[in-house]
């Protein structure tokens, strides 16, 4: 079985997505992220952009010129549209289960439904994953199977970076992940990665 976990920010941030199966037999966890990020942050942001161009190399990250639409019929942005695909092969591969497929911040993703929905997804394999402190269990479930070793991520250096820019912080009983530096330091594809972590967590058939 495999479960997607999508993230993205504002117009400064990637939008990341991590696609995580259970292993047959082994039941072990694993997982590959890619990311997608509008030119515009290259030259906004310009002491990440040689890391960037080097993810674009590696075929981690892709870069993308954001256009308007000036279509009458379907037309969606470069990033949802191809993440959508992906995801859309997934569930053509008999790979998805029937509820609970795909975990999104549920803020900002009416769009990214949408491209969903037209390419056959349903309503009940979309699940909103609560952020903030809602997110520990899957912290804690992470970081747990990460040091057992039954999730084995891809070896990429998009997450290598991403883990590098993400700081827990103690807020109470709770753990958070934030960036460790505001604006330069990207997370959005790790925190996809958390979200389906919450996904197959639940034990999906």
């Known amino acids: 079985v495999v479960v997607v976990g999508i993230d993205g920010g504002g117009l400064d941030d990637l939008f990341g997505l991590t696609v995580m199966g259970r292993e047959k037999g082994s039941k072990r966890w694993l997982s590959w992220s890619r990311a997608w990020v509008q030119s515009d942050v290259l030259e906004n942001r310009p002491e990440i952009a040689p890391m960037l161009r080097d993810l674009e190399a590696a075929g981690e990250l ?10 009458a019929g379907e037309s ?8 959508a695909d992906i995801v859309a092969d997934l569930n053509d591969a008999g790979l998805l289960p029937e ?5 999104l911040d549920a803020a900002g993703v009416a769009t990214l439904v949408d491209a969903l929905i ?5 309503d ?4 909103a994953i609560p ?24 070896n ?8 590098g820019n993400a700081k827990a912080e103690q807020k109470g009983n709770a753990v958070l992940i934030t960036k460790e530096t505001a604006g330069k330091a990207k997370i959005d594809p790790l925190m996809a990665a958390f979200n389906a972590v919450q996904l197959m967590s639940r034990n999906p058939e």
Do not use: H, N, S
């Not at 892709?62 to 279509?71: G, H, K, N, S, Y």
């Not at 509820?99 to 975990?103: I, L, N, P, R, T």
């Open 62 to 71: 892709v870069i993308f010129d954001l256009q308007p639409d000036d279509d």
């Open 76 to 83: 969606f942005v470069q990033d949802f549209a191809e993440a």
């Open 99 to 103: 509820k609970a497929a795909v975990g």
């Open 118 to 122: 037209d390419r056959g997804l349903t």
């Open 124 to 127: 009940d394999q979309l699940a």
């Open 131 to 154: 952020q903030g402190y809602r997110l520990m269990g899957a912290i804690q479930a992470g970081e747990r199977k990460l040091k057992d070793r039954t999730w084995r991520p891809a």
């Open 156 to 163: 990429q250096a998009l997450m290598v970076w991403c883990v």
